[in-house]
């Protein structure tokens, strides 16, 4: 089975300049996370998605960050316009409606110069 | 603001070493997961743990949950160079879909 698929990998950027990552989930997986970790620390959650629908987003800059999970499958998370302190690792996961564990990919490196 | 503290923060020990790793927080939650995380990519499930007071154990791995479950332990026993890694806890409310993670620990096990 094949896991999270996260695109892409590692991704450097001048500040003010957008930027957009995307996820596959597993298959069948219908919640979908998208987290921010930055150096040796835990990840921090930017939004949760049930299907289509965006059921926790409280820890989203929305000012300069939006995701979107068109037909309750992919996902693409968005920076614009990226800053310095943007700079992480930003991992999706995704579950299953029928168990509490979440499968990580492996995140995109985001530099901002 | 990591509501989950870890301690320590990095570990460096040599291979054959007993360590214990600590999850302590203020807040009750209705289960605890540790994960293991390897350079270059995301975090793995270990273990989860739902009763206060309850120990799991995983090969050389011995998980424990405080009995207020409030804080958690990890303990591995003869560690091995393959068991480097950060190691994070999270903890739930309610359901596992609402993590709160730790500030992890980084564990270095030397040849």
């Known amino acids: 089975e094949a896991g999270v698929v996260q695109s892409p990998r590692y991704k450097i950027i001048e500040k003010k300049q957008p930027v957009a990552f995307w996820c596959n989930p597993i298959?069948?997986?219908?919640?979908l996370y998208w987290y921010l970790q930055n150096l040796g620390q835990g990840p921090e959650l930017l939004i949760r998605y049930e299907n289509e629908e965006a059921v926790d987003d409280s820890q989203l800059p929305k000012d300069r960050f939006s995701a979107e999970r068109l037909k309750g499958v992919d996902s693409t998370l968005k920076i614009q316009p990226a800053e310095l302190g943007d700079s992480a690792v930003y991992l999706c996961?995704?579950?299953?409606?029928?168990?509490?564990?979440?499968?990580f990919g492996p995140g995109t490196r985001l530099t901002v110069l | 603001t990591q509501l989950l503290e870890q301690s320590p923060q990095f570990l460096s020990i040599q291979e054959g070493e007993n360590l214990t790793v600590y999850c302590n927080s203020s807040s009750v939650f209705s289960s605890l997961q540790w994960y293991r995380q390897e350079p270059g990519e995301g975090p793995v499930l270990l273990v989860t743990?739902?009763?206060?007071?309850e120990v799991k154990k995983l090969k050389r791995l011995t998980f424990q949950f405080g009995d207020a479950r409030k804080d958690s332990s990890l303990h591995i026993t003869a560690a091995q160079p393959g068991d480097t890694g950060l190691y994070l806890c999270a903890g739930a409310r309610g359901s596992a879909r609402q993590l709160t993670f730790g500030s992890g620990t980084q564990l270095t096990v030397l040849p």
């Open positions: 298959s069948g997986h219908n919640t």
């Open positions: 996961a995704s579950s299953s409606g029928g168990e509490d564990t979440q499968y």
């Open positions: 743990v739902v009763t206060g007071g």
